[in-house]
């Protein structure tokens, strides 16, 4: 079975600081990683994910995160925080070994952005 | 238009009545779901569809049927909805395959009294 687990359910920076999500990944098997994220009454999107190809993914808006397989972790960064940045964002794993895509999410972090 | 709608957007309903909120996306994808959203507890996976003829129940399924009436519809409903179902739903398609991006609509607000 695989979870994930966000560290902090708010997080709060000034615009133009680094954004740092963590998130810490337990799995059976190699897994998937995706962050999503969901601004104000919307659905999720997706930010970036991992798919074995390289340990440094690029996403959108600036986003970024890194596999680190030795601390089962996915954290998401950002160098300088936008106001627009300001939203709800979720890590998911799934595992490799299967071919139905089931994600299992963690709780969410909510990012405020001040000015 | 979006490539993943859900209606309604917003629902208050009173406890014991039946409530249908569907789902239907233009991706093309045979892969559908449903999930719930509480504060605090992230998403929650409550039915998963492979194709039309495949519906599986999901880690929260009990109080709570689905109907997939096409590859593009999927239906979820709360035969007799209570309270501790008021929560954010969300429905979701991927394609086949490992590690395929989920498309998310925007959810369904729903309110049990």
């Known amino acids: 079975a695989q979870s994930v687990t966000q560290l902090g359910s708010h997080v709060s920076v000034s615009e133009g600081a680094l954004v740092l999500l963590r998130c810490n990944y337990s799995?059976?098997?190699?897994?998937?990683l995706f962050w999503y994220v969901q601004y104000p009454n919307q659905g999720l999107q997706l930010l970036l994910k991992?798919?074995?190809?390289?340990?440094l993914v690029k996403g959108i808006n600036g986003f970024e995160a890194e596999f680190k397989k030795s601390e089962t972790s996915f954290h998401l960064t950002k160098p300088s925080a936008h106001m627009s940045d300001a939203a709800e964002y979720f890590c998911?794993?799934?595992?490799?070994?299967?071919?139905?895509?089931?994600?299992?999410f963690g709780t969410g972090t909510r990012l405020l952005v001040s000015p | 238009d979006a490539d993943v709608t859900q209606t309604p957007r917003n629902r208050i309903t009173k406890t014991g009545k039946r409530i249908m909120l569907e789902c239907s996306q233009t991706?093309?994808?045979?892969?559908m779901y449903w999930y719930r959203q509480d504060p605090g507890l992230g998403l929650r996976l409550i039915y998963y569809?492979?194709?039309?003829?495949?519906?599986n129940k999901g880690e929260i399924s009990d109080g709570y049927s689905v109907s997939r009436q096409a590859q593009a519809k999927f239906s979820l409903s709360l035969e007799s909805a209570i309270p501790n179902q008021t929560a954010l739903y969300f429905c979701?398609?991927?394609?086949?395959?490992?590690?395929?991006?989920?498309?998310f609509g925007q959810g369904t607000r729903l309110t049990v009294v």
């Open positions: 998911a794993v799934s595992p490799m070994n299967t071919g139905f895509q089931k994600l299992v």
């Open positions: 799995s059976s098997v190699p897994p998937y």
């Open positions: 991992y798919t074995s190809a390289a340990t």
């Open positions: 991706k093309g994808h045979d892969r």
């Open positions: 569809s492979f194709d039309v003829k495949d519906i």
């Open positions: 979701a398609t991927t394609a086949g395959g490992k590690g395929t991006e989920a498309f």
